[in-house]
C-alpha cells in the first residue's frame, strides 16, 4: 500500500490541478441551480400577485415552466462536472494504488453477484450502484463497486390515500474475491444484531435461520460483532480460522462499519454498509480538498485490506 | 373423574415431556460429540493415507533421513490398527504430527527435492490436511464444551447422572496449531 507521503505527491502533482480546472465547472453548476431557484421563486411570487386578475396566473406559470427547463439544464451541467470528476480524479486516484486496475464509472456488480452472495435475501425493488473496479492483487482477483438496494413498501392512510415508502437493504462497498481455499457449501458471517439487542435471548433466536446451522466459535470478540451460519460445521471452522477471525475484527474494526461476509463456491463476498454516497463529486463546497482524496483512496483501498487481512494470496493448500 | 387427579395427571404429564425433553436435548449432544470425532477421525485417515507418498517421495531425494521416516511409517502402522482408544489416537496423531513437522523441516536440507512437482502437490495435499484436521478438533471442542454444559447445569445434571454420562475432555490445540498455516510458513522461508 501506497504511504500518505507518496499520495500528497500524487495529489499535489496530479490531482490537485484537474481538481482546481473543475472547480469552474463546478461553480458554474451552483450557479446554474441558484438561478434556477430564483426563477422559481420569481414564477411564485408572480403566480400570487396574478391571482388578481382573470389570466394573470398565465406569466407565473411561464415562469415556473422556463425555471423547470433551467433546472433540467444545471442537472445535465452536474453530470457533465460528475463525469469529468470521475475521469480526472477518481481514475486517476485509482490508477495511483495499481495502475492495472480497471475502472467503470457507470457500472456496477451486477444483480447475479449480488444474489449469488446471498447475503441479503429480500428482494429489491430499486438496484442502484456505479464506480465498478476490477483487477488482481498478486493471485486474487477481484471486483468491487458501490451498491445501494432497497425495497419499496406501500401504505394506504385512512382517507385512502396510497404512498410509497423505499427502505434500504443494503447501502455501501460490495466486494468479492477468489478465496484460497476449496468450499463446498456455503457460510455467511453476518451482523450479530440479535445478540447485541436480546443478548442470550438473542443466541436463542439466532438458532433459527434459513442459512444454516448456527457456528459457535471461540474467539469471544469475533462473536460480539458477528454470527456465523453455515452448512457444515467443519468447514466454517476450516474457512474461519483463528487467524482469519482476527482479520476480520480488524476489518471491522478500522472501518467501524456492520461487515457482511459469505463464502460461497470460489468467492468471498464482502459488503461493508456506509450511509454516505461514495466517490462522488461535492457541490456547495470546494472540491480541492486532500482529506476527501484521502477518504477515496482509503475506501477503495478496502479491497487490499480485505485481501492482505484475510492471506487470500497464500496459496498452500490444493485450490491453486 | 376427581378434579385433584386431574390437575395431578396433567403435572405428571408436564413433568413426563420436560422429562423427555432433557433426555432427548442430552442423546442429541452425545451423539453430536461422537459425530464430530468421526469428522476428526476421516481428516485423520486422509493424512495417513497421504504419509506413504510422502515417504517415498522423500526417500528418493533425502538419503540422510532413513530413521525419520522409518519413525513416521511406523506411527502410521500403529494408528492404522483396528480396536484404539480415543485416548491412544489421539495420543498417536500428536506424534504423527511432531514426526511430519521434524520431517518437513530436514526437507529444508534438499532443494531439488523442494522443487519436485510431486512434493509440492503433496505438501498443498498436506496443508490442506492439516487445515481440514485443525477445522474438526476445533468442532470437536465446540460439541464436547456444548455436551459438558449440557450435562453439568441442572436439571440436566440429574438426568445425565442417571444416564451415566460422563464429563469428555477437549482437546488441548497447540500454539503451532492455532495457527494452521505453520507448516507452509517453513517451506515459504527458503
Given at each position: 500500500m501506497m504511504s500518505s507521503v507518496n499520495l500528497k505527491e500524487i495529489y499535489r502533482s496530479k490531482l490537485s490541478p484537474a481538481l482546481l480546472s473543475l472547480e469552474s465547472q463546478r461553480k458554474d453548476v451552483v450557479k446554474r441551480i441558484l438561478l434556477s431557484v430564483a426563477i422559481l421563486l420569481l414564477g411564485i411570487v408572480a403566480f400570487v400577485v396574478g391571482q388578481q386578475s382573470e389570466y394573470g396566473f398565465i406569466p407565473g406559470v411561464l415562469i415556473v415552466i422556463g425555471a423547470f427547463v433551467s433546472f433540467g439544464f444545471a442537472f445535465s451541467k452536474y453530470n457533465s462536472y460528475k463525469q469529468a470528476f470521475k475521469n480526472k480524479v477518481v481514475r486517476k486516484v485509482i490508477e495511483s494504488i495499481d495502475p492495472d486496475w480497471n475502472y467503470h464509472p457507470e457500472a456496477c456488480i451486477s444483480e447475479n453477484e449480488y444474489v449469488e452472495s446471498?447475503?441479503?435475501q429480500r428482494h429489491w425493488d430499486r438496484y442502484n450502484g456505479d464506480d465498478l473496479i476490477s483487477g488482481v492483487i498478486d493471485k486474487t482477483d477481484f471486483r468491487l463497486s458501490e451498491l445501494h438496494t432497497q425495497y419499496k413498501t406501500v401504505s394506504v392512510d385512512s382517507k385512502g390515500r396510497r404512498s410509497e415508502h423505499w427502505h434500504t437493504i443494503f447501502k455501501g462497498l460490495f466486494a468479492h474475491a477468489d478465496f484460497n481455499k476449496e468450499i463446498r457449501g456455503e457460510t455467511f458471517v453476518l451482523p450479530d444484531i440479535a445478540e447485541r439487542m436480546f443478548g442470550k435471548w438473542g443466541q436463542k433466536l439466532q438458532k433459527f435461520s434459513p442459512r444454516g446451522e448456527l457456528v459457535k466459535l471461540e474467539n469471544i470478540e469475533f462473536e460480539k460483532y458477528f454470527v456465523v451460519y453455515s452448512h457444515d460445521q467443519n468447514e466454517a471452522r476450516y474457512i474461519l480460522t483463528p487467524k482469519i477471525m482476527e482479520a476480520i475484527v480488524h476489518i471491522r474494526q478500522q472501518f467501524d462499519t456492520e461487515i457482511y461476509l459469505s463464502f460461497v463456491g470460489t468467492r468471498v463476498y464482502v459488503a461493508m454498509s456506509f450511509s454516505q454516497d461514495l466517490f462522488e463529486p461535492r457541490l456547495f463546497r470546494s472540491g480541492v480538498r486532500y482529506s476527501d482524496i484521502e477518504q477515496m483512496y482509503y475506501q477503495f483501498n478496502t479491497i487490499s485490506v480485505i485481501v492482505n487481512e484475510m492471506n487470500l494470496n497464500t496459496r498452500i493448500w490444493t485450490k491453486e | 373423574m376427581n378434579s385433584t387427579l386431574l390437575i395431578l395427571l396433567a403435572i405428571l404429564v408436564v413433568v413426563a415431556l420436560i422429562f423427555i425433553g432433557m433426555y432427548n436435548g442430552l442423546i442429541r449432544r452425545r451423539n453430536e460429540v461422537d459425530n464430530a470425532f468421526g469428522g476428526m477421525d476421516v481428516q485423520l485417515k486422509k493424512r495417513y493415507d497421504l504419509i506413504p507418498n510422502l515417504v517415498a517421495s522423500v526417500k528418493e531425494y533425502a538419503k540422510h533421513e532413513k530413521e525419520l521416516l522409518n519413525k513416521i511409517t511406523e506411527l502410521r502402522a500403529s494408528a492404522l490398527?483396528?480396536?484404539?482408544s480415543v485416548n491412544e489416537k489421539i495420543a498417536l496423531d500428536n506424534q504423527i504430527s511432531g514426526a511430519i513437522k521434524s520431517m518437513l523441516i530436514s526437507v529444508e536440507n534438499y532443494p531439488e527435492l523442494k522443487a519436485n512437482e510431486n512434493f509440492i502437490f503433496l505438501q498443498r495435499s498436506l496443508n490442506e490436511v492439516e487445515s481440514q484436521i485443525s477445522a474438526a478438533r476445533r468442532t470437536f471442542n465446540a460439541v464436547v464444551t456444548d455436551y459438558n454444559n449440557g450435562i453439568q447445569v441442572f436439571p440436566n445434571s440429574i438426568i445425565a447422572g442417571m444416564m451415566g454420562m460422563k464429563r469428555k475432555e477437549v482437546f488441548v490445540i497447540q500454539q503451532a496449531e492455532r495457527e494452521n498455516v505453520d507448516v507452509s510458513q517453513m517451506f515459504n522461508q527458503a
Open positions: 446471498g447475503l441479503f | 490398527k483396528p480396536d484404539l
